[in-house]
């Protein structure tokens, strides 16, 4: 996360279990157009704790000093204005912005309004960036999204889809880019997400209660030790933190190359099919989400593992809901590519 | 903010709450513990127990702890922070104002009847729990201030749910200890008097206990990095979370730091049985989702838990092995106490004075009785009734028009922007204050919550009871897939036997819907003034708590309430029959009274002029459909329909 508050982060790397969870977000980290992350799950089972901890693990990028948005220095397009207009002489390395939309936000905070100090003093008009611009380039995370107020929702969306946020408020009248990974988590219990933000989620990842005496024990014993001292944690974890950093690095280089043959293709267009899915979107997910999973896995084309690892996260909040079905849809899923893939 | 009160009525002059004291105490000794929801029916000194632990904490233990109470109608800008209006005017510069989140930094932050909150309110506070931050991204400002607090709050078991997700943030979670008895509660309001008559003088009385107390907790503190959790302990824990089907993970780190913290404040390094049936008792069997899930089968064969042998082992123990920094006079005590009397610190003997009394802070003495907290607390919190009350004007602030002013609220923030870019020209010569014209003005607009609670009241008995049930809960999923359109939340009483059950509390989730309504009781007679009673009590809720709609609809095939029979019971039951109409009448005037919107449907197999359910219908003002043969998607657009006649009427 943005560290404005130097509370010590619990390493990435330490979380046990919950593994469906820490890949959908490395995969999402190494390839941004999958288009974020939905965790939905038990309360307690460590949702927001592995979301923020993973900026941290991620390769530190290159961006323009002191902008607001922060520009990438070598980009030709999709800059803010300053930056498209001047040279951009100087670049700094920053943590991917893991930006917090807390449930209280108003909207001229997040969109962005007018700065109203310096309207005060010198009588001029300037806009004073949100949090959609603070995220630029990394992620937006909203903790409980399904108490999100619908006006919220609504702005996200419009943003996410596009990647520029307008601003026309106030009288002050401005466009900047916002590409971020939207990433939410919540219960299931609290209610329930509208499907056009459900469907804005890349992936989805499930996240269940550990049962398992020998890995409960452990969890409570890293915590333990965290707590008690989270400097000598972290350090102890330093090393597993960098390979992982660097593995998602190569991955980021080489995920554009990774090859998909048509055969897989097909698959996951009659996998989509088979399971009744509207819209492409679900498709064109799995496939991102597997060329990045092979290039995590340091392949350099796409196999069935791939398939049949992401079409779970990619397409278990797209299935049409059956009011009386009990089941997690997962298994559904499972089903299906156990058929179509596996022959 | 809080100066610390001159005097509060000593933590140790309380009567009763033995297990919630040890465990706001645990809270000083690790603050990670996070906090104490104590939940029990009004009346019985939740709020003067929380104050009481503050105004302990403030003279006691640590004199700059601010102590932070948060009120029911708390708006966003005073909880997170806002804009300073008087200093921004003055100054022509931005200021922040801090929210009561930022203020409890280092302290404690009180919210009494967390229920009442506002949804959003309860999520500010879980964000900034979670984050060790408070976030303010409001009017103009973003600011953070890290802040770390024990969250203290009380619940009163109402129709309402106590949000859970807040809740589990805290480590333990209490309910009201069983009633204490007449004695008791005698010196319980001796005490009070006195207190009231000259508080200066009990506070006197027990000052040097109330030091005594103090001391352990600095004892405790230091000991606490030292209490090791071996494996075996954490194995424990990690076991009896599987055991009560405890959801999550983070409750089993709580219920460790809260074995440890017991155990410290007992002047031990090692952590024993006693520790963690407390920390079981406190932590982990409240949590527990095998009683939520299925309260029905658990009521009946529910999971041995695994405290009571524990707490066999505890009092095998006796005195403990650390006396230490006992009191003397603690110890004495100890020798004078029954030996079965382990009832939160009664005493068998009815005319003693606090001085006899076993303390039920002696960590080392016997175990307050933990065990009825194992049995399903979550079920109790969900029970009981409160009178109406009305608020008007809530709901939340989501963004500033401009508009005609009066009679609004005025947003401050939008306002001055507005303002700002003018200021140059409206300001004459060398002038600093801020002009703000009529045009400038903003005023907020607060979000209503659209949505419907929609309350079913299915009759659940009868031949049909099993087919009506069903129906109803495909109706009821059906009603949820839509809510996220409209925010609505959905209820379902069932009315059977003697008495009308909420099987479902109003909420706006399927999963829990379809996990509630598993279990679908049929059989008996039909007390339809109990069910009428029941909804009534949720509208209410309802209403208090901010603009919700409701609509309450009745299932029934009206046959008569109670089963005629020709049996010498025969007349006793028309009697009977003759009360429950009265009932119904006098239920059925409040109805009309509050103008609540109801429905009637009649699962009749044939129509006649005169049934019990038209006349129901008629009595209570409610909407009458006749539907013989229901099934969830008809009844589903029945409800829609007649909800959409009725919220166009108003």
Known sequence: MTNDSNIPIYPFVAIVGQEELKRALTLAAIEPAIGGVMIMGHRGTGKSTTVRALAGTMPRIAAVEGCAFNCAPEATAGLCERCSDAGRPLAATIEVPMVDLPLGATEDRVAGTIDIEHALMHGAKRFEPGLLARANRGFLYVDEVNLLEDHLVDLLLDVAASGVNVVEREGISVRHPARFALVGSGNPEEGELRPQLLDRFGLHAAIETEHDIERRVEIIKRRMAFDDNAAAFIRDWQGPTEELRERIGAAQRCVRDVRINDGFLSMIAALSAALDIDGHRGELVMTRAARANAALEGRDAVTAVDVRLVAPMALRHRLRKDPLEMADPGSRIAQAVEKIVME | ?650
């Open chain 2, 1 to 650: 903010m809080s100066t610390p009160a001159p005097y509060y009525f000593p933590l140790t002059a309380f009567v009763g709450y033995a297990i919630a004291r040890r465990a706001l105490l645990c809270t000083l000794v690790d603050p990670a513990l996070r906090g104490v929801l104590l939940s029990g029916p009004v009346g019985t000194g939740k709020s003067e127990l929380m104050r009481s632990f503050g105004g302990f904490v403030q003279q006691h233990v640590d004199p700059d702890a601010p102590f932070v109470q948060v009120p029911p109608g708390v708006t966003d800008d005073r909880l997170l922070g806002g804009l300073d209006l008087d200093t921004s005017l003055a100054t022509g510069e931005r200021r922040e104002r801090r929210g009561l989140l930022a203020e409890a930094d280092g302290g404690m932050l009180f919210v009494d009847d967390l229920p009442l909150l506002d949804e959003h309110a309860i999520a500010s506070i879980a964000g900034a729990m979670e984050l060790g931050v408070a976030i303010c991204e409001r009017e103009g400002l973003s600011v953070r201030h890290r802040t770390r607090f024990i969250l203290l709050a009380t619940a009163v078991p109402s129709e309402r749910e106590t949000p859970f997700w807040l809740a589990d943030k805290v480590a333990f979670l209490v309910m009201q200890e069983r009633r204490i008895d007449a004695d008791l509660a005698h010196m319980m309001i001796t005490r009070r008097e006195r207190y009231t008559h000259s508080p200066a003088m009990l506070v006197r009385e027990y000052q040097e206990r109330e030091a005594a107390l103090a001391a352990r907790v600095a004892t405790a503190r230091m000991l606490y990095p030292f209490v090791a959790a071996g494996p075996v302990v954490l194995r424990q824990i990690a076991e009896a979370s599987v055991q009560f089907s405890v959801e999550g993970n983070r409750a089993d780190i709580l219920a460790t730091k809260a074995a440890r913290a017991h155990a410290a404040l007992r002047g031990s390094r090692t952590i024993e049985e006693r520790d963690i049936t407390f920390a079981i008792a406190t932590v982990l069997a409240p949590r527990s989702q095998a009683v939520a899930a299925d309260a029905e089968r658990a009521a009946h064969d529910r999971p041995t838990p695994p405290t009571p042998q524990n707490e066999q082992m505890a009092r095998e123990e006796g005195a403990g092995d650390a006396p230490g920094n006992e009191s003397e006079e603690q110890g004495e005590r100890m020798q004078e106490e029954p030996q079965d009397g382990s009832d939160g610190g009664a005493s068998d003997d009815p005319s003693a004075d606090s001085e006899q009394v076993q303390d039920p802070l002696d960590f080392n003495g016997e175990m307050p009785d933990v065990e009825q907290f194992i049995d399903g607390p979550r079920r109790s919190m969900t029970s009981g009734n409160r009178g109406v009350r009305l608020q008007w004007q809530r709901g939340r602030h989501m963004r500033s028009v401009q508009t005609d002013p009066s009679g609004r609220r005025i947003a401050i923030g939008a306002t001055l922007r507005a303002a700002a870019p003018h200021q140059r020209t409206r300001r004459r010569g060398g002038e600093e204050r801020v002009h703000v014209r009529w045009e400038d003005i903003r005023v907020k607009r607060f979000s209503e919550r659209a949505g419907t609670l929609f309350i079913f009241c299915v009759d659940a008995s009868g031949s049909m009871a099993r087919n009506r049930m069903r129906e109803a809960k495909g109706t009821v999923t059906q009603l949820l897939q839509e809510a996220y359109v409209n925010r609505d939340s959905v209820a379902l009483i069932a009315f059977r036997g003697d008495d009308a059950e909420l099987l479902l509390p109003p909420t706006p989730s399927v999963e829990r819907a379809k996990r509630s309504l598993d279990i679908l009781p049929t059989g008996g007679g039909t007390p339809l003034a109990a069910a009428l009673t029941k909804a009534l009590g949720l509208v209410a809720a309802a209403r208090r708590s901010g603009s919700e709609r409701a609509l309450v609809i009745i299932l029934t095939d009206g046959r008569a309430n109670v089963p005629m029979s020709e049996n010498a019971a025969g007349m006793i039951r028309e009697i009977r029959r003759q009360h429950v109409q009265q009932e119904i009448d006098r239920i059925a005037l409040v109805y009309r009274r509050e103008g609540i919107s109801s429905l009637v449907v009649d699962t009749r197999q044939t129509y006649g002029v005169q049934s019990d359910a038209v006349r129901l219908a008629e009595k209570i003002g409610a909407r009458y459909y006749f539907l013989p043969r229901v099934d969830a998607l008809g009844l589903a657009a029945v409800v829609r329909a007649t909800n959409a006649g009725t919220s166009a009427a108003r």
